[in-house]
């Protein structure tokens, strides 16, 4: 079955950077793009980027562009995300969500638990 | 970037009621529109694809619809474990953007 699995909380002082990881298993990494979304506390979701497992492509939206770089491993099966020069409003729960394609939708199909990422001085 | 407007933001119902939430595109998207549920300290799940495609293993009471701009999710009779907030999200182009999304508690 698939899973999809990320690192642990972190706590991080403004100006740092942050590297959270996903890992997956139970089918073939490279068939499909993954995505991370973003939700600050008690707020909605936010799309951050995505990345194509395949080729390793990405795009990011506007709102995180220089900030952010996604990356992939293909020999792990793992995706990851880097967000530099971090904010207080950039706590928020960080999820990594595994794509499908059906009837020519995307969609995300498989969600790991989220990773608490903690601003704070 | 494509504005999704969800309607109510919050709604209060009754088991065995039917709900209906509403989401609206800023531009056309075809059917282009995804359906999710999210419980409180659980990721979201989805529900529906393509506007109208139910997920696997989502109940059968869970059914959406339209096209272009206008979207429908409709619970056709309201279980305990349905309160929850539930989130359109639009797959036309990047970014993929999320409505604000809706909260149904227990009238």
């Known amino acids: 079955q698939v899973q999809v699995v990320q690192s642990g909380a972190e706590v991080k002082k403004p100006g740092a950077s942050v590297k959270v990881s996903c890992k997956t298993s139970g089918y073939t990494f490279t068939t499909y793009g993954i995505s991370w979304v973003r939700q600050a506390p008690g707020q909605g979701l936010e799309w951050v980027g995505w990345i194509s497992a395949y080729y390793g492509s990405t795009n990011y939206a506007q709102k995180f562009q220089g900030r952010v770089t996604l990356t992939r491993d293909t020999s792990t099966s793992t995706a990851y995300m880097e967000l530099r020069s971090l904010r207080s409003d950039d706590t928020a729960i960080y999820y990594c969500?595994?794509?499908?394609?059906?009837?020519?939708?995307?969609?995300?199909?498989?969600w790991g638990q989220g990773t608490l990422v903690t601003v704070s001085t | 970037d494509i504005q999704m407007t969800q309607s109510p933001s919050s709604l209060s119902a009754s088991v065995g009621d039917r709900v209906t939430i509403t989401c609206r595109a800023s531009q056309s998207i075809s059917n282009y529109l995804n359906w999710y549920q999210q419980k409180p300290g659980k990721a979201p799940k989805v529900l529906i694809y393509a506007a109208s495609s139910l997920q696997s293993g989502v109940p059968s009471r869970f059914s959406g619809s339209g096209s272009g701009t206008d979207f429908t999710l409709t619970i056709s009779s309201l279980q305990p474990e349905d309160f929850a907030t539930y989130y359109c999200q639009q797959s036309y182009n990047a970014p993929r953007t999320f409505g604000q999304g809706t909260k149904v508690d227990l009238k």
């Open positions: 969500a595994r794509e499908s394609e059906e009837m020519g939708t995307v969609f995300f199909s498989y």
